[in-house]
């Protein structure tokens, strides 16, 4: 028995006092990269003679998406229809662009409303951000 013990203790590596261990690592969780402000229109008018909507947002937008039948009008003061949005736009600044209508049929209620759904195809052109588009606005706005 006093052979295995002298074996063992053979078997045991001790370390030199001039080493010392490695403190352990600690790991630290990833932040993701921040969130992307939210896409925000600061103004919308109305052409009731052009038929067209201007939108207005507070950064530069990438419209190369547009969905036109997101959007839609509800003019019961001048033209007296529901005016949808279409697939022609234009780019008036690095913000804003406009948008061609064309008659939905007729308009209801007292006040220009302009809504526009969520899938919209709007997003900020730095960060992607999506606009969620309005429930509800009344125009002119902004």
């Known amino acids: 028995m006093a052979s295995a013990r002298a074996h063992e203790a053979s078997q045991v590596m001790r370390i030199p006092s001039s080493i010392t261990p490695m403190k352990r690592r600690v790991r630290r969780k990833r932040r993701g990269a921040p969130a992307a402000a939210a896409l925000t229109l600061v103004a919308a008018s109305f052409d009731p003679v052009e038929e ?45 662009v406009r948008v061609t209508l064309d008659t939905l049929g007729d308009a209801s209620g007292s006040v220009v409303l302009l809504v526009v759904d969520a899938g919209n195809g709007v997003v900020a052109a730095g960060d992607g951000a999506a606009w969620a588009g309005t429930g509800g606005v009344a125009l002119p706005f902004g």
């Open 52 to 96: 067209t909507v201007l939108l207005t947002f507070d950064r530069a937008i990438d419209v190369s998406g547009w969905v036109g039948s997101a959007l839609t009008v509800n003019d019961p003061v001048s033209t007296v229809n529901l005016l949808g949005g279409t697939w022609i736009v234009e780019m008036m600044s690095a913000a804003s």
